[in-house]
């Protein structure tokens, strides 16, 4: 995918703005930038990290096209590890289209989906698993999912990774040589040193692999099924959670007919609502399709909120759905319990909450949370964290291979073949920092980037 010219491209979103930028990146960008750029400044383009003030002109007709600023950042410095100069201009699609239309006729070429950071990854300023959180950083939709982006760009992932690999390295050279130098066997000390490393490797491989059960919602969101008898509350906890007023809530049960679809954040993780038909023996054929629905909500959610009316005793609506619902995948919340209590208390372990008065919606909150994260403790959900699919799965191959060496370890097998794995191990490693990927699999990543980027 690496080619060796200059690419442009509009930098900032389509529509119209305050500024408009043109970025451009290859060994001809100060050239290009040269000959479209006029200015009257005594600084010259090519003094690299200054603002310069002047005109962007037509190369054919010297037409000015709109007064910008230039900046230059020169190679290695700049993001992409080449020479980048951005154009900054009025924020109109005219302007930026005629400035992009000229930077091309002097010979650059317009820029593939997230080609900037691919050359930025290809020229080393920094590894895949940072590119990829640029990506998650600007795709970001809720501010702690930037914050989780943005800890991976700085490269917390690599930094994690990075003494486990040092270690395995060390491992190999120590078998290597052993192979190469010692006719006997490996002494016992050495084999134990060695299972001893291994076996750190593989622990703090698994923990960081483990983040990625919560990670995975970071990335992706979850569903969440809002489920019950009629007139419990759910629409009421669904416009709460959604901070709207879009399903509508009235004294009469069966108000809500048909599932309807919300999307929120909850604790920073986005979230896919789903508010559902109140479930219970009915005759009526509306409500019945409805209800098959709900049902078909809770088979597909991450978490099923089963709503229950504190001010009324458990009816057998209740209790089925308590059996219906499977426990992995439940929370309970007491509903209404601004109301006086009817129902009691031990019959469920379940989260007080009010829908009219929001009280409860903390701790449902964070019910949620642990709920989504499993076995991640709640310090780690601040902690480096595995969102991404492919490098959950890269991660998972690495350890299997290590416990794999391990085994061959003990059963006393040859170097050559525990080499064999460790080697496998070390390259798997390298897939989620890009060191081993095959370039079909690069260029599946870079594609999913915005242009300009
Ligand atoms: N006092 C009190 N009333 C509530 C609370 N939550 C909901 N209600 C009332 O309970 C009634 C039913 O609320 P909905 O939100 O429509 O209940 P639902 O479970 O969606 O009902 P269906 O759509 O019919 O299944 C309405 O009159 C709400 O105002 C609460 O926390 N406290
Ligand atoms: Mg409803």
Request: net charge negative; with cysteine.
């Amino acid at each position: 995918m690496f080619r060796d010219d200059t690419i442009a491209a509009i930098a900032t979103p389509p529509g119209r703005g305050g500024i408009g930028v043109i970025r451009l990146s290859g060994p001809r960008a100060l050239e290009i930038a040269n000959t479209v750029f006029q200015s009257r400044s005594r600084a010259s383009v090519s003094d690299p990290n200054r603002a310069l003030f002047g005109h962007l002109a037509d190369p054919a007709t010297s037409d000015h096209i709109d007064e910008i600023v230039l900046t230059f950042f020169k190679a290695p410095h700049s993001y992409t590890g080449e020479d980048v100069v951005e154009l900054s201009c009025h924020g109109s699609p005219v302007i930026l289209r005629r400035a992009l239309d000229a930077v091309i006729a002097c010979g650059a070429r317009i820029a593939e989906p997230g080609e900037f950071t691919f050359r930025a990854f290809f020229n080393r300023r920094m590894d895949l698993a940072q590119a990829q959180a640029v990506g998650d950083l600007i795709n970001a939709q809720t501010e702690y999912q930037a914050r989780v982006a943005s800890r991976q760009l700085e490269g917390a992932l690599s930094q994690r990774l990075a003494p486990t690999k040092q270690s395995l390295i060390e491992i190999i050279v120590h078998l290597e040589s052993s192979v190469e130098f010692v006719e006997d066997d490996i002494s016992t000390e050495t084999i134990s040193l060695l299972l001893k490393k291994l076996n750190e490797a593989i622990a703090d491989l698994t923990e960081i692999a483990a983040s990625f059960s919560f990670g995975k919602f970071v990335k992706e969101g979850f569903d969440l099924a809002i489920v019950g008898r009629p007139n419990v509350g759910k629409s009421s906890v669904f416009n709460r959670l959604t901070g709207s007023e879009r399903a509508i809530v009235t004294p009469l049960p069966g108000t809500t007919r048909d599932a309807l679809y919300e999307s929120a954040s909850i604790g920073g993780v986005p979230v896919r609502l789903i508010d559902t038909a109140g479930i219970r023996e009915t005759s009526d054929i509306v409500e019945t399709i409805g209800i098959q629905r709900s049902r078909a909500a809770i088979a597909e959610a991450d978490i099923a909120l089963l709503v229950l009316d504190a001010s009324e005793a458990l009816t057998e609506d209740d209790s089925r759905l308590l059996t219906e619902v499977p426990v992995e995948r439940r929370i309970v919340a007491l509903n209404k319990i601004d109301l006086p209590r009817e129902m009691e208390s031990s019959v469920i372990a379940a989260i007080h909450i009010s829908a009219l008065t929001g009280s409860g919606f903390d701790q449902l909150t964070t019910a949620m949370l642990e709920r989504l994260s499993g076995d991640t403790a709640s310090e780690q959900r601040d902690d480096i964290m595995i969102t991404d699919a492919r490098q959950h799965t890269a991660m998972r191959r690495a350890i299997e291979q290590l416990e794999g060496a391990r085994d061959l370890i003990i059963q006393g097998e040859f170097e050559e073949v525990i080499l064999l794995r460790l080697r496998g191990a070390l390259s798997s490693l390298g897939e989620v920092t890009g060191e081993t990927l095959a370039e079909d699999i690069l260029n599946e990543i870079f594609s999913t980037f915005c242009i300009g980027k």
